[in-house]
């Protein structure tokens, strides 16, 4: 996936999704912090509980979105180096929920052997893990949704629910932004599939993220 990619109760094969209103108020971003990262698919996490993964081109702005969301400007690691996230990370936010950081695709100076790695590893997190309960798609707002991304997409296809965070909305006008929101929701099919926006600077949406984050988190 580094390089290419091959309301009441919603049932999936291996996975249910409660879509009953949620108190987001019950889950505590701010308390986020670092579990433990993985190069294996041996040394995840046990597979329990309830995850939120996010993934996305390398410098669409991912790791600043989940700092964002927690409220903390060092959770996760930034860079202007594209392609330095290498491991999956998990950040804890109590013994039953996690956020959990996928390593950005599309930066042509990881060699051939990581992007396989990472095709196997990450295809196999994606479709067969249980804790997992939503895929949130990050997307520089300025590029759109790549190739690699509507390969991440047609992947998931509705074994999973998809949000697109379309980053870095304040680098576009008003009518630019309507835009690139209908461009993206063009891309999705399912009822489970949605797009909002969200800039960093004065964090506009941030309210969105964090209800669709909830919303797949708060357990049955």
């Not at 997409?153 to 690139?180: E, N, Q, Y």
């Not at 599939?193 to 984050?213: A, F, Y």
Request: some cysteine; proline content about 3%; aromatic content about 6%.
């Amino acid at each position: 996936m580094v390089g290419n990619f091959g309301r009441k109760c919603i049932s999936y094969p291996g996975r249910t999704f409660n879509t009953n209103p949620i108190d987001t108020m019950s889950i505590s971003f701010k308390q986020a912090k670092f579990a433990t990262s993985a190069f294996e698919l041996s040394q995840l996490l046990a597979d329990e509980g309830a995850e939120v993964a996010f993934a996305g081109r390398s410098n669409s702005g991912k790791s600043s979105a989940i700092n964002c969301l927690v409220r903390q400007k060092g959770l996760c690691k930034t860079s202007k180096t594209p392609g330095r996230t290498q491991l999956i990370n998990f950040f804890e936010l109590d013994p039953h929920r996690r956020l959990v950081d996928l390593p950005g695709y599309g930066f042509a100076k990881v060699s051939k052997q990581m992007r396989n790695h990472w095709d196997q590893v990450l295809t196999a997190f994606l479709l067969e893990r249980q804790a997992l309960k939503g895929l949130v798609i990050v997307v520089d707002i300025r590029r759109g949704i790549g190739d690699l991304d509507r390969g991440l997409i047609r992947m998931i296809g509705d074994s999973l629910p998809l949000h697109i965070l379309l980053t870095k909305s304040d680098k576009l006008s008003r009518s630019a932004t309507r835009k690139a929101i209908a461009d993206a929701e063009v891309q999705l099919s399912g009822p489970d599939q949605t797009v909002s926006t969200l800039s960093i600077v004065g964090r506009q949406g941030i309210e969105s993220l964090e209800q669709i984050c909830a919303k797949w988190l708060t357990l049955d």
